[in-house]
């Protein structure tokens, strides 16, 4: 259902009053625009996509599509500007909490198989 989604591409996120909030970019639009809403949740009410048509979009074609969409609006978000660190310091750092718990979930299934192995090879004694 979300597999638009997943792909590369350009957005802005909205408020509850449709006011931008702030604009980028991302090769996984939904997973981007997760990371954000956890971390700036009511601030991420609404949100409108450029969904680039292959997986080789360029840098300079996000960007020009960013760049209209500020051009339609007359101004920079205030995620992109003074409140930059709250919206990208703990998108990043959601990135690293994912990464942290799946090395954790990947590790205690480890150690639940090496358990399972070591009952299994007691029961055969």
């Known amino acids: 259902a979300f597999s638009k989604w997943e792909r590369a591409g350009a957005y802005a996120i909205f408020d509850a009053r449709r006011s931008l909030q702030y604009v980028g970019y991302s090769k996984n639009i939904r997973e981007k625009l997760l990371r954000h809403s956890r971390v700036q949740r009511s601030a991420c009410q609404y949100f409108k996509a ?10 300079d074609e996000l960007e020009t599509v960013l760049d209209g969409w500020l051009e339609e609006v007359g101004r920079i978000p205030p995620g992109n500007a003074a409140q930059r660190a709250l919206w990208e310091v703990p998108a990043a750092r959601a990135v690293l909490d994912d990464r942290k ?7 205690s299934a480890l150690v639940e198989s090496v358990s399972r192995t070591r009952a299994r090879q007691e029961r055969l004694e």
């Not at 450029?50 to 840098?59: H, L």
């Not at 718990?101 to 590790?107: I, L, M, T």
């Open 101 to 107: 718990a799946d090395r954790e979930k990947r590790s």
């Open 50 to 59: 450029y969904v680039a048509r292959n997986q080789y979009v360029t840098p």
